[in-house]
């Protein structure tokens, strides 16, 4: 439970002030929660301070971590934008990592605030001409962030895949997390799907790993009102795999967002903008699809506690209902295979 004391809000203008030492009577004021994800808290805050005789005030984000893995999640998420900043991907200035001794108990990281809307806010409104302008300006950093060599963002001992140089190594850890859900959980309505991804195993076939954020849609894109340009926030999930995964989840949301006409337009523009064209699609569309509604089925088992708070058993057969039809509508048109959990919301 992160709660912003004045004694800790004492600590963190200290820590600010050791950060930038020519910066004077340094205080931290005006904090208010923005939101609370699956193992984050956010709060904005403001920060004065004097510096050359003038005083100058910003504002920047607190990111909190409360999940029993908060001080390596923070300092790696830190680690991944830095790096991906220095490898010219739109990202939020990071200030400063808290990991350890954090005055606030739970682990932390500043970084700049965007004043500007969501990607999400601009598409709600745009006209078709514009929704595929934008779609195109959403799909050039992650088309950049692909083409990134992955260990220019992470280090070799502290990436998860082993067998980096068989093709099928990415493929087959994603079937054997698959599988053992559905042996944990005894869902043997999802075999036909596992059965599916097994008979086409050649099509997850890797041809190049990389840096995958894997949780790219509109509402994590924010526009910079002055400049225009865009701020990719939320690299919790980062990891090192198949573009196409990454890439699958991302059209879908965006669809979802935008329209599910324009998912085909994200698609061919990340095709132009690559210049390549993206092999076996549908396949990691049913390999994300199916993780995802295995999920939802594991969150509906009386034994799981649903780690996300806003998401509850309820709120699944109710207001989150459409979240998950989406993606299984799609998954249902390309297998022609039905999941009565599913189909029961």
């Given at each position: 439970?992160?709660?912003i004391?004045q004694?800790g809000i004492?600590?963190?203008?200290?820590?600010?002030?050791k950060?930038y030492?020519h910066?004077?009577?340094?205080?931290?004021?005006?904090?208010q929660?923005?939101?609370?994800?699956?193992e984050?808290?956010?709060?904005s805050f403001?920060?004065h301070?004097?510096?050359?005789g003038?005083?100058?005030s910003e504002?920047?984000?607190?990111?909190?971590?409360?999940g029993?893995q908060?001080?390596s999640?923070?300092?790696?998420?830190?680690?991944?934008?830095?790096?991906?900043?220095?490898?010219?991907?739109p990202?939020p200035?990071?200030?400063l990592?808290?990991?350890?001794?954090?005055?606030?108990?739970?682990?932390?990281f500043v970084?700049e605030?965007?004043?500007g809307p969501?990607m999400?806010?601009?598409?709600?409104h745009?006209?078709d001409?514009s929704?595929r302008s934008l779609?195109k300006?959403?799909?050039?950093p992650?088309?950049k962030?692909?083409?990134?060599s992955?260990?220019q963002?992470f280090?070799?001992e502290?990436q998860s895949?082993?067998?980096v140089?068989?093709p099928l190594a990415?493929i087959?850890?994603?079937?054997?997390?698959?599988?053992?859900?559905i042996?944990r959980?005894?869902?043997t309505?999802?075999?036909?799907?596992?059965h599916?991804?097994e008979?086409?195993?050649?099509?997850g076939?890797?041809?190049r790993?990389?840096?995958?954020?894997?949780?790219y849609h509109p509402?994590?894109i924010?526009?910079?009102d002055?400049e225009g340009?865009?701020a990719i926030?939320?690299?919790?999930?980062?990891?090192v795999?198949?573009?196409?995964?990454d890439?699958?989840?991302?059209?879908?949301l965006l669809?979802?967002?935008?329209?599910?006409?324009?998912?085909?337009v994200?698609l061919?523009?990340y095709e132009?903008?690559?210049?390549d064209?993206?092999?076996h699609f549908?396949y990691?569309?049913?390999?994300?699809f199916t993780?995802r509604?295995?999920?939802i089925?594991?969150w509906?088992d009386?034994?799981?506690?649903i780690?996300v708070?806003?998401i509850?058993?309820?709120?699944i057969?109710?207001?989150y209902?459409?979240?998950?039809l989406n993606?299984?509508?799609?998954l249902?048109e390309?297998?022609g295979?039905?999941l009565?959990?599913?189909?029961?919301?």
């Amino acid at each position: 439970m992160v709660a912003i004391t004045q004694k800790g809000i004492q600590e963190l203008s200290a820590l600010y002030q050791k950060k930038y030492p020519h910066r004077k009577n340094v205080l931290a004021d005006n904090f208010q929660e923005i939101t609370t994800g699956w193992e984050t808290k956010i709060f904005s805050f403001s920060i004065h301070f004097e510096a050359k005789g003038a005083v100058y005030s910003e504002d920047l984000i607190l990111r909190f971590y409360q999940g029993p893995q908060g001080t390596s999640q923070s300092k790696r998420e830190y680690a991944v934008i830095k790096k991906v900043a220095q490898a010219g991907l739109p990202v939020p200035k990071v200030v400063l990592l808290v990991s350890d001794s954090s005055p606030f108990e739970n682990p932390f990281f500043v970084m700049e605030k965007i004043d500007g809307p969501t990607m999400a806010a601009e598409l709600d409104h745009a006209s078709d001409k514009s929704k595929r302008s934008l779609i195109k300006q959403f799909t050039a950093p992650f088309v950049k962030l692909h083409q990134l060599s992955w260990d220019q963002v992470f280090a070799p001992e502290s990436q998860s895949l082993r067998n980096v140089d068989d093709p099928l190594a990415y493929i087959n850890s994603k079937l054997y997390e698959m599988r053992t859900l559905i042996d944990r959980f005894t869902f043997t309505e999802f075999e036909g799907h596992f059965h599916w991804l097994e008979e086409r195993l050649e099509h997850g076939a890797v041809s190049r790993l990389s840096v995958l954020h894997n949780d790219y849609h509109p509402l994590n894109i924010l526009i910079r009102d002055e400049e225009g340009g865009l701020a990719i926030i939320d690299w919790s999930y980062a990891e090192v795999g198949d573009y196409r995964l990454d890439l699958a989840w991302s059209v879908l949301l965006l669809g979802v967002m935008a329209g599910e006409q324009y998912r085909d337009v994200m698609l061919a523009s990340y095709e132009q903008l690559s210049g390549d064209r993206v092999e076996h699609f549908q396949y990691f569309e049913v390999l994300k699809f199916t993780q995802r509604t295995l999920t939802i089925a594991t969150w509906l088992d009386d034994s799981v506690e649903i780690p996300v708070k806003k998401i509850t058993k309820a709120a699944i057969h109710n207001d989150y209902k459409v979240h998950i039809l989406n993606p299984y509508r799609r998954l249902k048109e390309i297998t022609g295979l039905s999941l009565n959990t599913i189909e029961a919301l």
